[in-house]
């Protein structure tokens, strides 16, 4: 099946670091990868669509200048928080759409605590 | 726009019950549906899917049918175990564009 990584799986750092989360898809390519947040209990809030060698397009709310991401293959894109804060603290999860399929295939999710 | 809305959890049952949750959707155009799990401390998980009106997605057990005339694609099992434990998201995709998830239902089955 198609299988989706995520590195690191969790950070602590302190606040006012950098952070970079990658994702990558390692039996298909992905045209397409969509970086979500998920804070506890909740569900999952898209914060911005990936396309590979193009710009992301952000959701609304979602600071592109904060959350820079990185699509530079078809099997990699890199989600970076930067300058991060406690209230950057949260469960960070990609998917990557297999090309020419509806479907999307999640990685494990990375968890994020800044101090 | 598109939105999911699930039955709020949680949703307590013995082994061997039966289950029913409720999903149902409002979207422009044809959407996708989907149902993924998530166990405790991981990632979301593709259970089933289906892509047009009458399909039935099933996949361990689990079984969903996507009906058009109620705009609804609620997930059965026949007899849950304590492994199916988790959160089940209901969620759906237009045009191929990104997922649009419910709120997430939270089951716990007890021995």
């Known amino acids: 099946g198609a299988v989706v990584s995520q590195h690191p799986s969790w950070v602590i750092c302190k606040s006012g670091t950098s952070v970079k989360i990658e994702c990558r898809s390692l039996?298909?390519?992905?045209?397409?990868m969509f970086w979500y947040r998920q804070f506890p209990k909740q569900s999952l809030m898209l914060m911005a669509t990936s396309n590979e060698g193009s710009k992301a397009t952000y959701e609304q709310g979602v600071e592109k200048d904060k959350f820079l991401i990185n699509h530079a293959s078809l099997t990699l894109s890199t989600l970076t928080v930067t300058s991060a804060h406690p209230e950057d603290s949260s469960f960070y999860i990609c998917?990557?759409?297999?090309?020419?399929?509806?479907?999307?295939?999640f990685g494990p999710g990375t968890r994020l605590l800044v101090l | 726009g598109n939105s999911v809305t699930q039955m709020e959890g949680p949703v307590t049952l013995s082994e061997e019950a039966f289950l029913t949750i409720n999903c149902t959707y409002t979207a422009t155009g044809y959407p996708s549906l989907f149902w993924y799990v998530q166990y405790p401390g991981e990632g979301l998980q593709l259970l089933l899917k289906?892509?047009?009106?009458?399909d039935k997605g099933s996949n361990k057990g689990f079984e969903a049918t996507y009906r058009k005339e109620t705009t609804s694609f609620h997930l059965e099992k026949g007899s849950v175990q304590v492994s199916d434990s988790a959160v089940y998201f209901c969620a759906l995709s237009v045009s191929r564009r990104a997922l649009t998830f419910g709120s997430g239902t939270r089951l716990q089955v007890q021995p």
């Open positions: 289906a892509t047009k009106a009458d």
């Open positions: 998917s990557a759409r297999d090309t020419g399929s509806e479907t999307q295939y």
């Open positions: 039996d298909f390519q992905a045209t397409t």
